[in-house]
């Protein structure tokens, strides 16, 4: 199968799909949630059987005047629950309404959040995701410094990373139309998410880089370039393919069944997983194969 040659639509697709993205994000942005933004976390303890976390939250979505309500259960009988508001009279009155409700509760411990600590966190998810590029492009760049011809080792690290670009931008502009028009809120959660992506994507252009590696080494330079490398994407596309669709599979089992922050956890893993596939058998050996072309 000749994709290689097929690459410009195969750019256009990419293109396209990164710049609908970048343009969500520049006009909605993400919907951040109480990690980014600050907020109160309130330890409860029910002492007995807690109540479904969807009961607490129905309880306090009769508060007015609060944002975003996150409840994680802990233990089997207490609670941490999470809501945007830095009023400490409505921290009152939620604990108010959940003492009406369930009448056993009992409010263990309230924290503020600050927006301070908020926006350093938000700063460290960003710095984390660069330098996990950085990291990643460097150790390409090594582990391929024996196939420095027909292209420059470097260059394949280039070529991962604007893959890598393309699969975090394409997650990111989904999880910003569907904040705009569904509510979804992102949060540490989703940076998580991000660093997996990164790391899954990665491996599996590495396998598409080593057989091209493998090839070139056994050709000796016998045959084109773009030949080899669209062979390799041949070799390596049914593995690739059978791995993703195992894992977005697992993955949707936890969409589907799973609750809170881990179904979403596993939202953005699936796009990410699915995008990542793509780029490492169509982007990332698209790219080289251009480079070679233009050194030529």
Not at 278 to 292: G, Q
Request: charged share 15%.
């Amino acid at each position: 199968m000749k994709i290689i040659q097929k690459r410009k639509f195969l750019y256009f697709f990419s293109g396209a799909l990164v710049l609908a993205s970048i343009l969500a994000l520049s006009v909605w942005g993400l919907k951040l949630g109480i990690d980014f933004t600050g907020g109160v976390l309130m330890e409860v303890d029910f002492h007995q059987q807690s109540p479904n976390k969807n009961e607490i939250q129905q309880s306090i979505e009769s508060v007015g005047g609060i944002g975003s309500i996150q409840v994680q259960p802990v233990d089997e009988n207490g609670g941490l629950v999470r809501f945007s508001s830095d009023s400490d009279s409505k921290s009152e009155e939620v604990s108010d309404v959940l003492k009406q409700s369930f009448p056993s509760v009992e409010v263990v411990r309230v924290e503020f959040i600050s927006s301070v600590i908020s926006s350093e966190l938000k700063s460290g998810a960003i710095y984390a995701v660069i330098i996990a590029i950085i990291g990643i492009a460097g150790y390409i760049a090594w582990a391929f410094k024996k196939i420095s011809y027909p292209i420059k080792s470097w260059k394949y690290g280039v070529c991962a990373v604007v893959a890598l670009v393309h699969d975090i931008l394409i997650t990111v502009g989904i999880f910003s139309v569907l904040g705009r028009f569904y509510g979804l809120e992102v949060g540490i959660s989703f940076v998580a998410a991000l660093l997996t992506i990164l790391g899954y994507s990665i491996n599996d252009t590495i396998v598409v880089y080593d057989r091209i590696r493998e090839n070139l080494l056994r050709a000796g330079g016998a045959k084109e370039f773009e030949e080899t490398v669209n062979n390799s994407i041949n070799e390596t596309l049914g593995r690739s393919i059978n791995t993703s669709m195992t894992v977005i599979l697992v993955l949707l089992a936890i969409i589907f069944f799973g609750g809170g922050d881990i179904k979403y956890f596993a939202l953005a893993l699936a796009i990410g997983v699915l995008f990542g596939t793509y780029s490492s058998i169509f982007v990332a050996s698209s790219l080289v194969v251009d480079i070679w072309k233009k050194d030529q």
